[in-house]
């Protein structure tokens, strides 16, 4: 794939301008969780979205100067974008230096058989499109582009809508596909930061860019409450969001009425 000049700009942002607020933040998730080590080999998953192109330009740069051994294998899973979304991920992906394989499926054709909740099965489809390829690809980790804001909204919602305590882990082994594991480096990245960079080097990515979801109200969604809930509450006390990430770090076992682990449900009247 070509260098060109325009590469070699956006990098310099991640070493200058978002040197604290995004190549920092990447390098401390990494070397906290211990997210990649000698002898790996990760395939970096690739949606089209400003997180996992982020993801993908961190990888390449972590990997020519970190000093670690490893591999990167980028792939995109062509879910069955329209000519006009392919064309703008094929062109972020020249622009960014990434040379990732694009696979084509047939994800949202299965995806749309289901009208009670598209979404889920989508997504369910992706993440066994994706192990799968990875497998193929002999790698060991799979990296995702899940960031600060998602492990956040994602701990708030299931409180308030499953009904569970439970968050989104930096780092998760697969219970279905023996020998792969999960990792998210931009575990401490803030969305705004992101959005940030991209303002800073012209950069414009697709989202969801599926038929079902294009004409939907992006405020109806149960995600789009929760970033409501959390900027309102962020009115009242700044800390809000470092609170919420620290909580499922800061737990009490002894204080809670139940909790599960892999030998099943444990109340506290048990002790």
Known sequence: MEYNERTHDIERSLTAEFHRSILSRFNKAVDDFRLIEDGDRICVCISGGKDSMLTAKLMQEYKRHSGVSFELE??????GYDEENMRICRENLETLGIPAQIRETNIFRAAYREKKSPCFLCARIRRAELFKAAREL???KIALGHHFDDVIETTLMGMIYGGQMQTMLPRRKSEHFEGLELIRPLYYVREEDIFSWCGYNGLKFI??????TENRDASSSKRQEIKQLIAELKKINPQIES???????NVNVKN???YKDENGLHCFMDS
Do not use: G, H, K, V
């Open 207 to 212: 989202r969801c860019a599926c038929r079902m």
């Open 243 to 249: 609170n919420i990430f620290r909580s499922a770090q």
């Open 74 to 79: 980028y792939l995109m899973l062509d879910p």
């Open 138 to 140: 002999r790698c060991n």
């Open 256 to 258: 809670l009425i139940s």
